[in-house]
């Protein structure tokens, strides 16, 4: 499964990243960052934290929905997922990004 992540620019100026698998759907999205290369750490951590289950932060929410985020070593988080109706649907979600963020490519649209 081929997948990207993209580099962009917020309207506060600051750097993010998603990750997005073949069909351009979004798995995630990251914090904001003052530099870009920091952006870049958080997107490596990503490749490197998604084969380990235990990275995996699986959330449901008061309201029913449910979600996740992938945490790296220190137990930061470094991405967060969207909210999905479903415990199964946010647990396929988790295993395309395990199965997407490894070997995704990295696309800088900040130009």
Known sequence: ??????????????????LK???GKNL?????YKA???CVNGIESVKKNASNEKRFQKKQSESGTFSFNV???NNQVIATSSSYESA?????????VQATAPEASIDDICE
Do not use: N, T
């Open 36 to 38: 870009k290369r920091s």
């Open 1 to 18: 499964m081929s997948g990207k992540f993209e580099i962009y620019k917020d309207k506060a100026g600051e750097f993010r990243f998603r």
């Open 71 to 73: 945490k790296a070593g």
């Open 21 to 23: 698998d073949a069909e």
């Open 88 to 96: 199964e649907v946010r647990d396929s979600m988790v295993a395309s």
């Open 28 to 32: 995630l999205a990251s914090e904001g």
